[in-house]
């Protein structure tokens, strides 16, 4: 796995000379915007990637960035439930998601935050997860941090894949990518389904019977054209239609929510100054459309749009020096609340500085002027220094931002139109260390972040008015440590643990649902040729409860998977959820699977 682990899994092996640290020359955008290799960045950065994905069998993508340090995940029950994920403890509203660069956070949601419980890996390329404030260069929202989804392209000749996979609840899913291109275009296209009975979403122990089922379709494409030596354009839509029966509160309901997802974004790619300096034009659209249903009759309806205009460029100076430079228009509106619409208008630069050896430093300034809150400027300091024959890299980051209230907490019948925007202060630095020539990598993390004004939701039932407040001041700290291990030519080892700490410092409480601890580890084995064999603990730490729902116990969970290359096209797989029948929640009231099993087929053409 390519993505950081923890020390508590390192143990006595004899190590090969076989070199992890190769994994540093990978390169990432989402930190800059423009690719760099994780080495020169500062930022706490994970990838997750599509061997990562494929290994995992995961169906959701919700369901492996549980895995990488510094997130938390909550769903109000399996296949289906609303599915929120937390990056160091700041709400899910507080983190920006992207899917090949294109924000999809749910305008019509309660904070604005992304829904990940319809997000299928199927055609996924890779997954970067930025941690800690990003506002810089993603603005409002991502004061926690940034996930960006990275779909597959398309290259030369024609190819594709398919799978087929079916198990426990009576679900089944299936999928097709599609591939192909020449020398001046370039497309790939994905669909996948699936369809499940599911369990019942509030909690059997609790004497709920009634199965709850799910089903999503996901279709997505990406169309790349050069239409000259220095200009290249790109068309990337994706579309998602789902329907969940679910439960209110812990109890059986006949309850079914249909969700539709929709983005489209066009750009044009311009290299100049023999590719000195590199543009991009971008005009970008994403909407949610969500309908619920009680016993057969509408109970409730939410439409949100995004509509974004972005210009972003990176002019190389010298081989030292580099400046990124950007503008953006942004327009937020909730048809089914209001018609009102919220615009933020953006300016940022960024100053990046390689004139002293094995050492990279940023620095950068952003502008918003929103239609309601104002002016804001958000500044951004990054450094990272590789420590000469050691093995070494120190990296830090520190950081402002800000995040309007949403469209709902503002306009909802039980919202409040006096809420101040939220504004954060947050830093941290970790040291990485590569031991056995390369063999180990182990990384330790120390974070910390002060939220003022942060709104929550405060009132109980059967209080309708003004139920979003500011909350002076949240105080998050806490630390992530990694380990990565080739311990052999066919094993490896990977684990992650991470310590939050947060709390609303008027009252010194900690806040709810979020776990102090938590933890990852996975051993994989190569038993033979074309065999392959991974084991997985997942740790969730006690969560304290929120408002009028109580809160969640610590668990363990373990997982085991398998596949095996039949030929080089075709390959067999399977795997076993909760192993050992672990009966756990990850929101009080709500269920999670039994032991559960599933196989499928994939093959290549």
Request: glycine letters at 10%.
């Amino acid at each position: 796995m390519k993505y950081q682990v923890s020390v508590l899994a390192l143990i006595p092996f004899a190590l090969p000379t076989v070199s992890l640290a190769e994994n540093m020359d990978e390169m990432v955008v989402t930190a800059s915007r423009y690719e760099q290799p994780l080495s020169n960045i500062g930022s706490s950065i994970s990838v997750i990637t599509a061997d990562d994905l494929q290994q995992s069998q995961n169906v959701f993508i919700q369901d492996m960035l549980q895995n990488i340090p510094g997130v938390s995940l909550n769903q109000t029950g399996s296949f289906g439930g609303v599915s929120s994920v937390r990056i160091r403890g700041a709400d899910t509203s507080q983190t920006v998601v992207l899917i090949d660069g294109v924000q999809v956070n749910d305008v019509s949601g309660t904070g604005g935050g992304f829904n990940f419980a319809n997000l299928d890996p199927n055609g996924i390329e890779r997954i970067e997860i930025l941690r800690g404030p990003q506002s810089i260069l993603y603005g409002s929202d991502a004061i926690g941090g940034v996930i960006n989804i990275i779909t597959k392209s398309g290259g030369k000749g024609l190819g594709g894949s398919a799978f087929v996979e079916g198990g426990s609840f009576e679900t089944f899913r299936g999928g097709v990518n599609l591939h192909g291109g020449t020398d001046k275009l370039k497309f790939n296209f994905s669909m996948s389904g699936i369809t499940t009975d599911g369990i019942s979403k509030a909690d059997e122990n609790d004497g709920n019977t009634e199965e709850d089922g799910y089903n999503n379709i996901t279709v997505q494409g990406k169309v790349t054209a050069r239409v000259s030596e220095i200009i290249t354009t790109e068309v990337i839509a994706r579309y998602s239609d789902s329907e969940n029966e679910f439960d209110d509160f812990g109890a059986d309901g006949d309850r079914v929510g249909t969700t539709e997802e929709f983005m489209i974004a066009g750009r044009v790619h311009a290299i100049l100054l023999d590719g000195r300096f590199k543009n991009s034009f971008s005009l970008e659209y994403s909407s949610t459309d969500r309908r619920n249903e009680t016993n057969g009759v509408e109970s409730y309806l939410a439409e949100g749009t995004r509509l974004n205009l972005d210009y972003f460029g990176r002019y190389t100076v010298s081989d030292d020096i580099g400046i990124s430079f950007g503008a953006q228009h942004e327009e937020t509106k909730v048809s089914t609340l209001s018609d009102q619409k919220f615009d933020i208008d953006s300016l940022f630069s960024e100053v990046s500085f390689q004139g002293i050896s094995d050492l990279t430093l940023t620095a950068g300034l952003r502008y918003d002027n929103h239609n309601k809150y104002g002016d804001t400027v958000t500044p951004r300091l990054t450094a990272s220094y590789q420590i000469p024959d050691s093995g070494t890299r120190v990296f830090a980051t520190w950081g402002e931002g800000f995040k309007a209230p949403s469209v709902f907490q503002l306009s909802a019948s039980y919202g409040n139109i006096n809420l101040k925007p939220e504004e954060t202060t947050g830093w941290d630095v970790g040291i990485e260390q590569t031991l056995f020539d390369g063999g180990v990598i182990l990384t330790t993390t120390y974070f910390k972040q002060n939220i003022k004004n942060n709104i929550d939701y405060v009132c109980v039932w059967p209080a309708n008015t003004n139920c979003y407040k500011n909350i002076n001041a949240v105080r998050s700290k806490g630390v992530e440590v990694s380990i990565a291990a080739q311990v052999h030519e066919q094993v490896n080892i990977s684990a992650n643990y991470t310590y939050t700490d947060s709390i609303d410092r008027d009252t010194g409480e900690k806040l709810e649902r979020i776990p102090a601890h938590a933890a990852y580890g996975q051993i994989a084995w190569q038993a033979m040729e074309g065999l392959n064999l991974t084991a997985s603990l997942t740790y969730n730490g006690k969560e304290l409860p929120r408002n009028f729902s109580a809160g969640v116990d610590g668990w363990v969970r373990a997982d085991l998977r398998a596949s095996y290359d039949i030929t080089e096209q075709v390959s067999v797989y399977g795997r076993i959820d909760n192993l050992f029948d672990k009966e756990y929640q990850q929101v009080s009231g709500y269920g999670t699977p039994d032991r559960s099993a599933f196989v499928g087929i994939r093959g290549k053409f």
